[in-house]
């Protein structure tokens, strides 16, 4: 650990046990006071950052290992970032989609262009993963309704999502989203979304022969399930449902949200041989493709699919706005000028190698692609082992009970990942369970 970051520790501990941290405890106060408790308290009320650094309001500064879940790819303050805003700002922030601007059509047709998706595809702008997510499933649905009509079945369509995937938590995205915890308490939800056990391919050839229930018209899965605790699905499986969409004339949605925008060190997942090396029928993407501004959507491959989507079928007030557009045509630049996504296969490469040469008895696996990793704890200790790293200077998250999730921005340099190493090697392997 650098004697900076010994500094930061010190201080926020010191500032624990003391009570200095009166600025954050006040506003977390107020937040709790006016805050719908979705969330819960927050950890520390953030006031700035920089490259992969970050200062809360008491001058306490941290080594951001969490980007905002994935989302700020190329790191705080990125000066081509805020130039490529500050000067959209002055131009439009936003128009209506009764028009269109020069950022939102450059964007689609990078989109397109960096997903190798064929002439023809279309991509539809959202705000978030959720909604790029619901987007894709009602695609789907005008796919399944079609696909029914040719088959000449009064059966209803099935879509098909995998045990442990994580779509979102609007009603439709909800509805494909495994995690009983969170899905449970609003059911019935969208009818005709099943689950299957995920790397079961033999399980997803059943859902596929169950004709008396009717067609399945599409799949959808992410290839490393996040929320699940970074769980990549094996590329056998991953080709073997490709294969059987295929047989079966159904749609295979690969969620990209979370593995998009080089984080997995290909531009998307699917890209890569050793996460299937696939072609989706529609990708979705969100978090990382606006380095923070709020942004998602979907890729149709092809003509024939997109086509689906007519005037008036779908839609959003703030769908594709230039502002967000110029924020991720900046990030996208950003990534491709300075070799970001080559830096998240090398930095993950590191990252892993060095954690599982620690030797930390709380450690059992580290896993990931690129710079989305996990370290896989031998107890569920997960949310102590978050708030030790945070009084140590160091950003995780858990998204497990035994799963501590790394996914810094892609512009983290190899003496930002030595630190975190060092900081991750002295976790103690007597942390309370959560």
Known sequence: MTTE??????????????????????????YNDVHMHVFGTPLRVLDHGQGVHVWDVDGNEYLDFLAGIAVNSIGYAHPKWIEAV????????????????????????????????????????????AEGNEAALKMAKLYGARLRDELGTDKPYRIIALTHGFHGRT????????????????EPLVPNIEFVDANDIDAMKAAFDAADKGPVAAVIMELVQGEAGVLPLDADY??????????????????????????????????????????????????????????GGMISFGEELSSLFSPGTHGST?????LGAAAALATIGVIEDEGLVQCA?????????????????????VRGRGLLNAIVLK??????????????????????????????????????VNEAVVILSQLPDDLPDD
Request: hydrophobic share 40%; aromatic share 6%; with cysteine.
């Open 238 to 295: 991953v080709r073997g449902v490709r294969a059987l969409c295929d047989e079966r004339r159904a749609l295979l949605i690969i969620d990209e949200v979370q593995t998009g925008m080089g984080r997995t060190g290909s531009w998307f997942a699917f890209q890569r041989e050793d996460l299937g090396g696939v072609t989706p029928n529609i990708v979705t993407f969100a978090k990382g493709v606006a380095g923070g501004f709020p942004m």
């Open 171 to 186: 009603m439709g995205a909800l509805s494909a989203t495994w995690k009983p915890a969170i899905r449970v308490p609003f």
């Open 379 to 416: 107890r569920p200790c997960a949310h102590a082992a978050v708030d030790w790293a945070l009084e140590h200077g160091l950003i995780v998250n858990a998204c497990a009970p035994n799963v501590l999730r790394l996914a810094p921005p892609l512009v983290v340099s190899e003496q930002e």
């Open 5 to 30: 970051h010994d500094t930061n520790a010190a201080s926020a501990t010191d500032g624990a046990t003391s009570g200095a941290l009166t600025e954050d405890r006040r506003l977390l106060d107020e």
């Open 345 to 365: 296969e090398a930095r993950g490469e590191q990252l892993r190698t060095d954690l599982r040469a620690t030797d930390n008895p709380l450690f059992e696996q």
């Open 318 to 322: 703030f769908a594709g706005n230039p």
């Open 86 to 129: 500050a000067a959209q700002a002055a131009q439009a922030a936003h128009v209506s989609n009764y028009f269109a601007t020069r950022p939102q059509i450059r964007l689609a047709e990078k989109l397109i262009e960096l997903a190798g998706a064929p002439k023809g595809s279309h991509v539809y702008f959202g705000n978030s993963g």
